[in-house]
């Protein structure tokens, strides 16, 4: 009998071994239920095939064909990946909306002894859910955002709280994307679709009566977008402010950017993508720093004449919010480590602050 979510917080509760995503590459790349694993019975080109053939030809034919290659897949998968299971396997399986795809998978499998069940509606069932969490309800509990100029290291103070117990959702993390003209990270962004459902089952695991720590961030993280609904939860938000000095931050991101800094060729074109907001004898002045490698004199110049003036700026919308100030004098993980009872401790403040108003 197909299972049917209620929730999000129902798939943590799932008694399953495994969960199979029965759809396309292509359709598991752009999103899939947390932990699944993706065996297609159909890859990208079958797919399109047997498309094709359904709506130029004949249906009949097109389930002929269809059926001849999901037998043929679904035999692969069992002399492949699931070669090792054991008698008493029992796994999930999915597909689109549920339909021929995972109940052919799942038929097959319990041929054999599996207990194999399907996900009522397939995926589309808990896009739906995604959906509703994060753009049709308001955002579950309070909100502190980490805050601070380019290079404090609130990235790496976010996840110092979360190893202190602070109930933290790193939005960079799951965008892939340090979100700065520096930040694509490699292996790039998820699809909005795949960002969108770890933010919601991030959502779905948060104890509402707890703030949740993010990092101050623009409404978008490189491509992705933040929902409207988080959005306006962090602008209207408490901050937790950190500061240090130039020098430092400056040494921190030559440490942080290093992927960037050991690739001339992507160090200097994206240096040409800040042309258009500089003049032209900063920009050549900034590309001969990173031919020379003299990486923390740059950082600190971009930080200087580009990010803090922006920052400020961005800033200046929420002047009207709580804000607590961290004042740093080195961002090494010793230095951070040290400070790190003092943020906690401000951040508790904050939080009992909300609770009276």
Known sequence: MPIT???LADLDALEFDEIIDARSPAEYAEDHVPGAISLPVLDNEERAQIGKMYSRESPFKARKAGAALVARNVARHIETVLADR?????????CWRGGQRSGS???ILQQIGWRADTLDGGWRSYR???QAALYEQPWPGP????DGNTGTAKTEVLGLLAEAGVQVIDLEGLANHRGS???AMPGGQPAQKGFETALAMARARLDPTRPVVVEAESSKIGHINLPPGLWEAMKTAPRL???APLAARAAYLARRYRDVTEDPARL?????GLAPQHPAERIERWRALAGAQAFETLAAELMQDHYDPRYGRQRARFDDQPVQEVDLAALDEASLRAALPDIVARIDGLAGAMQMV
Request: aromatic share 12%.
């Open 5 to 7: 979510l209620a929730s």
């Open 181 to 183: 003209l520096f930040g």
């Open 241 to 243: 402010a950190i500061s």
């Open 86 to 94: 054991p008698k008493g396997y029992r796994p999930l399986v999915y």
């Open 268 to 272: 200097l074109a994206t240096i040409d």
């Open 143 to 146: 909100v502190i955002v980490l």
């Open 128 to 130: 739906r859910l995604v």
């Open 105 to 107: 998978f799942a038929l």
